[in-house]
């Protein structure tokens, strides 16, 4: 099993984005989804996460700038308008199970680096 973001780049203040994250592999099922982000120095926090039945929660600082949504396996992460104060590397990550196993096991993406520029 393995999540795989896309979508990162280099913004301008005020702009737009939208990542992806594909899980693929043996799965069963996809419980909660979510993202984080690391900005340069800090360490890695919350962002947004969603539940296999659409419910959403937010981190503070980006209610009303972000919207996450998932279609089965894939989680996507909306953004707008954008600071600075947003450029980070995001990360998914995923609850899944695997075929032939009962147990749920989180997964990480590898990351994907958004700069916005002031």
């Known amino acids: 099993v393995q999540l795989v973001e896309s979508g990162g780049g280099l913004v301008q203040a005020g702009g737009s984005l939208r990542l992806s994250c594909a899980a693929s592999?043996?799965?069963?099922?996809?419980?909660?989804m979510g993202w984080y982000r690391q900005p340069p120095g800090k360490q890695r926090e919350l962002v947004a996460t969603?539940?296999?039945?659409?419910s959403t929660h937010y981190v503070d600082s980006v209610k009303g700038r972000f919207a996450i949504s998932r279609d089965s396996a894939e989680v996507y992460l909306q953004m707008r308008s954008l600071t600075p104060e947003d450029t980070a590397v995001y990360y998914c990550?995923?609850?899944?199970?695997?075929?032939?196993?009962?147990?749920?096991?989180?997964?990480w993406g590898q990351g994907t680096q958004v700069t916005v520029s002031s």
């Open positions: 990550n995923a609850l899944i199970r695997r075929m032939g196993n009962p147990a749920y096991v989180m997964y």
């Open positions: 592999g043996s799965i069963r099922s996809v419980g909660n």
């Open positions: 969603i539940t296999s039945d659409g």
